[in-house]
């Protein structure tokens, strides 16, 4: 069964400073997602990582896969108020293929303070 | 193009009543899934239909519970004789085949947040 497991499950920062979420998963999988969440609204897609080495980075948000591993990581950098929200990864059940089952973590709640 | 459309947003029921929960997938979009997040939890896949097929409904529970996506109209996930367990939000996702194909991306409604009394 696959189990993805994101730490930390809260995380507080100060606005300027880094850090990093990282995603691990239990079997082989060939696609992960991030999804940003704000309190009572919908899962707003941030990054499709489909290969191992694969780096994709959006403002302070940049987000890296080792299939090898199964470990994903989301670093953010200078860390600002707006970026306080619950951030998922996921991975998709169905390796080889996608038939949209994704697996999720149980999300990583980030509050930024100034 | 407007979104996933979801409704209601939010809907209270009692103990044994029935909640009827609508999806409007984006525009051009044949996959549905419904999905349901309970508090402080990441989202758990219940079902994935296509126009009047149900596909894979591995997570969904075997009692009470059931889905369609029929010819015309909204998907509708339907719950029987709702317990206090079954407040949740539920989310649902439309994807195209493109999409689907290329990168698996799903893209989710806002939710209907069910309440049980």
């Known amino acids: 069964e696959l189990k993805v497991e994101q730490n930390p499950l809260f995380l507080s920062m100060q606005e300027g400073k880094n850090y990093t979420i990282y995603c691990n998963y239990s079997?082989?999988?060939?696609?992960l997602y991030w999804y940003r969440q704000d309190p009572g609204k919908s899962l707003e897609s941030l990054f499709v990582?489909?290969?191992?080495?694969a780096v994709k980075q959006e403002g302070r948000l940049m987000a890296s896969l080792d299939t090898k591993a199964r470990l994903s990581t989301l670093h953010i950098t200078a860390a600002v108020h707006d970026l306080s929200a619950t951030y998922f990864c996921?991975?998709?059940?169905?390796?080889?293929?996608?038939?949209?089952?994704?697996?999720f973590g149980k999300g990583t709640k980030l509050s930024v303070k100034p | 193009n407007a979104g996933v459309m979801q409704n209601p947003r939010h809907l209270v029921r009692r103990r044994g009543q029935e909640a009827r929960l609508r999806c409007s997938p984006m525009?051009?979009?044949?996959?549905v899934y419904w999905y349901r997040q309970l508090p402080e939890e990441g989202l758990k896949f219940m079902v994935y239909?296509?126009?009047?097929?149900?596909?894979?409904e591995s997570g969904m529970p075997k009692e009470r519970f059931s889905a369609e996506f029929p010819k015309e109209g909204p998907s509708i996930l339907r719950i029987q004789q709702v317990v206090r367990g079954d407040s949740a939000a539920y989310f649902c996702?439309?994807?195209?085949?493109?999409?689907?194909?290329?990168?698996?991306?799903?893209?989710f409604g806002e939710g209907s947040r069910l309440t049980v009394l």
């Open positions: 996702a439309s994807s195209s085949n493109r999409a689907l194909g290329l990168t698996g991306e799903l893209f």
């Open positions: 079997t082989t999988s060939d696609r």
């Open positions: 990582l489909l290969s191992n080495g």
């Open positions: 996921a991975v998709d059940a169905n390796y080889g293929g996608s038939q949209g089952n994704l697996i």
């Open positions: 525009k051009g979009h044949s996959h």
């Open positions: 239909l296509q126009k009047e097929n149900i596909i894979d």
